[in-house]
C-alpha cells in the first residue's frame, strides 16, 4: 500500500502544481485544480478531523422520549388503516389471489397494490410506474386509506433511519455521534458525511434534530448560506458584464423572489416571504419556493422533464416559466450558453475558485 501510495503521488505530481504566473484555465484547468487543492482542501483537512474526532453529543433521554411517541403515532397510523379498509372487507375476503395476509401487510408493496388496483379499481398515475404505490402515486390519489398508508410510512422511516438508529450509532464511552466527513463527496463538489449521515436530518420536523444537543457549557449553534446558489449566478453574471440580477443582491433583494416574480408574472412585493412590516406573507412564501427549482434546474443541469416531475406540472409549463426567467434575466441564459459551450469546447467548466 505504501508504495502503491507513492506512485499514486508521484503521478498526480506532474499534474497537481500551483503556479502563480499562470492563469487558474492554465494546463486544461489544471492550474485551478491544483490552487483549490492546495489553498482549501488540504487546509480543511484538520478542520475535518477535529470535527469527526469531537463527534455530536446526543440527549438519549429525549431520544427514548421521542420513539415512544413516535412508536405510538405509527400504530395510530396502522389502526387508521384498517378502520379505512373496513368498509372493503367484502370485496378483500371475495378476493381469491391467494396473495393477501389477513389482515393485509401495509408494508408490503405486492398487497397494497393488488388492494388498490385489483380489488378497489384505483387507476394508475400518470408518468408514474404501473401498479405503482410509492409516495407520489399515494400522494396523487389522496384518499384516506392512500393518506393514511404514507403517515404510517412517515413515521416508520423518521424512526428507522433517525429517531431509533441514531442512538445505535453514538459510540458507547462518549455518547456521541462521530460520523465520517468527505470533502468532495458529492458531484457538484458538496461536503458529505457518512456512518451516519448528518446532512439529511429533515428540517421539517423539528423533534428530529433536538435530539441533538451541546456539552454541558457550550451551546448549539445552527447557520445556514443565504441564497448561495443565486448569489454566485449574480457574481458569474456580473463578472461577464451583466448586473441586472447582481443589483438586486447588491441592493439587498431577495433573489429567489426576484426570479419568482419573473417566472410568475407578479410583482415582486408579492413574491416576498415577509410583508414590509415584517409580517408573514404565506402566499410570497409559495411562489418564492415554487422559483427555487426553476432556477436550480438551471444551476445544476437538470433537464425541463426532470424541473416538471419535480414540481409536479407539465413539461410546457415547466418550459414556459424558464422562457419567463430568461426574459427578464437573459444573462442567466447567457451564463447557461456560455457554460455548456466552454464545455463542449474545452470538456470542462470550472467554479469561481477555479476547480474543474
Known amino acids: 500500500e505504501m508504495v502503491i501510495t507513492h506512485e499514486l503521488i508521484e503521478f498526480q505530481k506532474q499534474y497537481l502544481y500551483y503556479d502563480p504566473e499562470c492563469a487558474f484555465s492554465d494546463r486544461n484547468g489544471m ?30 433521554k429525549y431520544a427514548q422520549k421521542l420513539s415512544v411517541e413516535y412508536h405510538d403515532k405509527k400504530e395510530q397510523a396502522l389502526d387508521k388503516f384498517y378502520a379505512e379498509l373496513e368498509p372493503y372487507q367484502d370485496k378483500i375476503s371475495a378476493y381469491d389471489g391467494g396473495k393477501l395476509d389477513n389482515p393485509i401487510n401495509i408494508g408490503s408493496p405486492t398487497q397494497l397494490a393488488i388492494l388498490f388496483y385489483d380489488i378497489l379499481g384505483y387507476q394508475s398515475v400518470d408518468r408514474q410506474p404501473a401498479r405503482g404505490t410509492g409516495e407520489a402515486v399515494l ?21 428507522g433511519t433517525y429517531i431509533d438508529k441514531l442512538p445505535e450509532c453514538a459510540n458507547p464511552n462518549d455518547g456521541r ?18 456512518e451516519p449521515n448528518l446532512q439529511n436530518i429533515p428540517s421539517h420536523n423539528k423533534d428530529i434534530r433536538k435530539i441533538f444537543t451541546a456539552s454541558d457549557d457550550y451551546v448549539m449553534l445552527s447557520s445556514d448560506y443565504s441564497q448561495q446558489e443565486p448569489s454566485c449566478l449574480a457574481s458569474f453574471c456580473h463578472k461577464m458584464g451583466y448586473d441586472k440580477l447582481y443589483n438586486v443582491r447588491l441592493n439587498g433583494g431577495d433573489l429567489y423572489s426576484a426570479t419568482a416574480s419573473a417566472c410568475y408574472k407578479k410583482a415582486y412585493e408579492d413574491c416576498l416571504e415577509f410583508n414590509a412590516d415584517g409580517s408573514k406573507n404565506p402566499e410570497g412564501k409559495k411562489f418564492r419556493n415554487l422559483a427555487k427549482p426553476v432556477l436550480l434546474g438551471i444551476l445544476y443541469s437538470r433537464g425541463d422533464k426532470s424541473v416538471a416531475e419535480g414540481m409536479g406540472i407539465t413539461y410546457d409549463e415547466a418550459k414556459q416559466l424558464k422562457r419567463n426567467l430568461f426574459k427578464d434575466y437573459p ?16 470538456g470542462w467548466v470550472s467554479t469561481i475558485c477555479g476547480i474543474s
Open 31 to 60: 492550474n485551478g485544480v491544483a490552487w483549490t487543492f492546495f489553498n482549501i482542501e488540504m487546509p480543511l483537512v484538520d478542520v475535518m478531523c477535529r470535527l469527526e474526532d469531537t463527534g455530536i453529543l446526543l440527549d438519549k
Open 331 to 346: 444573462e442567466i441564459m447567457i451564463f447557461e450558453q456560455k457554460s455548456l459551450e466552454h464545455a463542449e469546447e474545452y
Open 139 to 159: 400522494t396523487a390519489w389522496d384518499t384516506p386509506l392512500a393518506n393514511a398508508i404514507l403517515k404510517y410510512r412517515e413515521y416508520d422511516k423518521l424512526l
Open 177 to 194: 455521534v462521530h460520523c465520517g466527513f468527505k470533502q468532495y463527496g458529492a458531484d457538484t463538489g458538496r461536503m458529505s458525511s457518512v
